[in-house]
């Protein structure tokens, strides 16, 4: 692990002296709330041996460590991430400016000195930490330049690398499972896979939702009518059969029972599902223009838990509450599936006159009671005496009572 750590505390200025930009000097563009959560490093590239203790031991040579938090997934399994916070910002100095090969997992592109590297805009802010260091801070994310490390030879976060290792270790115990094979079954051409196959078989799954065909056998087809070569210079046809028959999101040895009225309905998916989770919110934090609202994903496929919102513009689809801001950045999410989701326990901390609310006016219900986060913009019609929403630690705080998140 390298002794490096990049730097999230902002100057005092919104401008740095050494950064020229006509930015600095428009009235209309004020800093925006969302940003990189302050004094928090963020630490990766550790195995998955490492534990909370180990990260504790070697940073507590440089200063007392007031929190360290290593990310797992669902089944406990460390995602090879993590933060560490010093009590004291003074403590913090010693990292400040540097990187603990971290950059990848919270960059979203690769900034240079200058400026004009980055698009300006109203969103666009040349800044400085305490320091002196400058950076570009846009759309609620700061960009560190990185001239004294190699250059980015792929644009996949370190976290997305840990998460394509899974789909082949999935597609790995599916092929174990099944090992009698007809004679002439396609099976028998299978050999194992890997992360730069997978990523090449995610992008042409992306790339067939926007070049719409019949069936798959055309896409790799030589027609001159119908073909797009790229298809077939990235991937033979009969492999990517092979690989979509035994894809994977989670293990199917440890599915629940189908006849279980409470089964976890989204298990297939759950992998995905907290990867996106804890990737949306572990290095943004939102500022006080937030809402928690329902949010509609289209689906007219079959699905038991299938919701029909009619002022919604696709009406048909997937419920999930949001947390988000007025950016358009979602912050957290979670899925309803049905009255048997554990959302349903809500009205047990509710007075009885709430009972027969809706789900919205509910949740409202609960942040008033709450009490917290009244430092927000946005304000909820349905709430006694307008309170502000409660969202952000509402949120985390509901989901973890409930055991959803955790």
């Given amino acids: 692990m390298d002794s490096h750590a990049q730097t999230s505390s902002f100057s005092s200025s919104p401008c740095a002296d050494s ?36 990260l504790y031991r070697l940073f507590s040579r440089h200063g007392v460590v007031k929190e360290v938090k290593i990310v797992n997934d669902r089944a406990g399994i460390p995602k090879g991430y993590g933060v560490f916070k010093y009590k004291s910002s003074i403590d913090e ?3 400040r400016d540097r990187k603990l090969n971290i950059a990848q997992a919270i960059r979203k592109q690769q900034v240079g000195i200058q400026c004009c590297s980055v698009p300006s805009g109203s969103s666009t802010m040349y800044m400085t930490t305490s320091s002196g260091y400058p950076y570009t801070y846009h759309n609620g994310m700061a960009y560190f330049p990185t001239l004294e490390t190699a250059p980015v030879t792929h644009i996949w976060p370190v976290s997305l690398t840990v998460f394509f290792c899974l789909f082949v270790c999935f597609c790995v115990c599916f092929i174990e499972k ?9 099976v028998r051409a299978w050999f194992d896979t890997d992360e730069n196959e997978m990523k090449k078989f995610i992008g042409i799954l992306m790339l067939m939702g926007i070049i719409r065909k019949l069936d798959i056998e055309m896409y790799w087809s030589t027609d001159p009518m119908y073909a797009t070569p790229i298809f077939a210079a990235v991937m033979t046809r009969n492999r990517f059969s092979l690989l979509l028959k035994f894809f994977h999101l989670n293990d199917n040895r440890n599915e629940p029972d189908k006849k279980d009225p409470n089964r976890d309905r989204l298990f297939k998916l759950h992998p995905l599902i907290d990867h996106l989770f804890e990737a949306f919110q572990l290095p943004y934090m939102t500022g006080p223009s937030v809402a928690v609202d329902e949010s509609l994903l289209l689906w007219k496929g079959r699905l038991q838990f299938r919701q029909y919102l009619p002022l919604k513009r696709a009406r048909f689809g997937i419920k999930m509450f949001c947390l988000a801001e007025n950016s358009g950045y979602i912050y957290r999410f979670r899925v309803y599936t049905g009255k048997e989701d554990p959302m349903s326990s809500i009205s047990a901390v509710l007075p009885d006159e709430c009972k027969d609310f809706g789900l919205s ?5 609960v942040c008033s009671k709450k009490g ?13 005496s307008n309170p502000g929403l409660c969202a952000v630690p509402c949120f985390g705080l509901w989901h973890s009572k409930l055991k959803y998140w955790e």
């Fill in 19 to 54: 950064l020229e930009s006509p930015i600095c000097h428009n009235p209309n563009s004020a800093p925006r709330y969302g940003t990189v959560i302050p004094n928090r490093i963020f630490v990766c590239g550790f195995d998955l041996k490492t534990t909370e203790q180990d």
């Fill in 178 to 186: 099944n090992p009698n094979l007809p004679p002439h079954s396609r």
């Fill in 361 to 365: 006016e509910k949740r409202c219900r």
């Fill in 372 to 384: 917290q986060r009244r430092d927000v913009k946005t304000f909820c019609s349905k709430c006694p």
């Fill in 93 to 95: 100095l010693h990292f």
